[in-house]
T-cell receptor, first 112, second 110 residues
Framework: GAVVSQHPSWVICKSGTSVKIECRSL??????MFWYRQFPKQSLMLMATSNEGSKATYEQGVEKDKFLINHASLTLSTLTVTSAHPEDSSFYIC????????FGQGTRLTVV | DAKTTQPTSMDCAEGRAANLPCNHSTISGNEYVYWYRQIHSQGPQYIIH???NNETNEMASLIITEDRKSSTLILPHATLRDTAVYYC???????????FGQGTELSVKP
């Protein structure tokens, strides 16, 4: 079946630095990808919809200047957490749809 | 907001059928019912989806009520590896965002 790959699986960064997470659809083209965030013991929360060749659509309450999304090709979307702080520590998951949704394996971000 | 409601948690004995209910009373005519599960610290895994007919695959069966306002996911012979959080989601098959509810934490016990 279709595969969505996320990289890195985990990352530790210092407070104030930026971190980039990549999401690739390996065997299909995705004009749209989705980014979620998940805190411990909670459900996935949709952050934004990434649109190939145009601006991302952010959900209410998500800071677009803090979470930069770039969808430069039909198989790659990136999420950059800028000026990361400890409260940004979370599990970030991307998704792409071809009919059903396929999810990446997630990225565990820890900001120290 | 999520369009589905599910019990917070359920237990099931190993080898028995696990029946996970989901309410989606505001589902629209073209929206499908999708089921995913998430094992700790992994991305969600697709299980099954359907529109109005009952569906079965190698993992599970999906029973959708005639009015489409609720559904039940059935794992016919639960194993310890089926312990996970199960999410019922409604959405359009041609695309669009999927909004997760709180899901059901299923614990399969020996």
């Amino acid at each position: 079946g279709a595969v969505v790959s996320q990289h890195p699986s985990w990352v530790i960064c210092k407070s104030g630095t930026s971190v980039k997470i990549e999401c690739r659809s390996l065997d299909f083209q995705a004009t749209t990808m989705f980014w979620y965030r998940q805190f411990p013991k909670q459900s996935l929360m949709l952050m934004a919809t990434s649109n190939e060749g145009s601006k991302a659509t952010y959900e209410q309450g998500v800071e677009k200047d803090k979470f930069l999304i770039n969808h430069a090709s039909l198989t790659l979307s990136t999420l950059t957490v800028t000026s990361a702080h400890p409260e940004d520590s979370s599990f970030y998951i991307c998704s792409a749809r071809t009919g059903r949704a396929f999810f990446g394996q997630g990225t565990r971000l820890t900001v120290v | 907001d999520a369009k589905t409601t599910q019990p917070t948690s359920m237990d099931c004995a190993e080898g028995r059928a696990a029946n996970l209910p989901c309410n989606h009373s505001t589902i629209s005519g073209n929206e499908y019912v999708y089921w995913y599960r998430q094992i700790h610290s992994q991305g969600p895994q697709y299980i099954i989806h359907g529109l109005k007919n009952n569906e079965t695959n190698e993992m599970a069966s999906l029973i959708i009520t005639e009015d489409r306002k609720s559904s039940t996911l059935i794992l016919p012979h639960a194993t310890l590896r089926d312990t996970a959080v199960y999410y019922c989601i409604v959405g359009f098959v041609q695309g669009g965002k999927l909004i997760f509810g709180q899901g059901t934490e299923l614990s399969v016990k020996p």
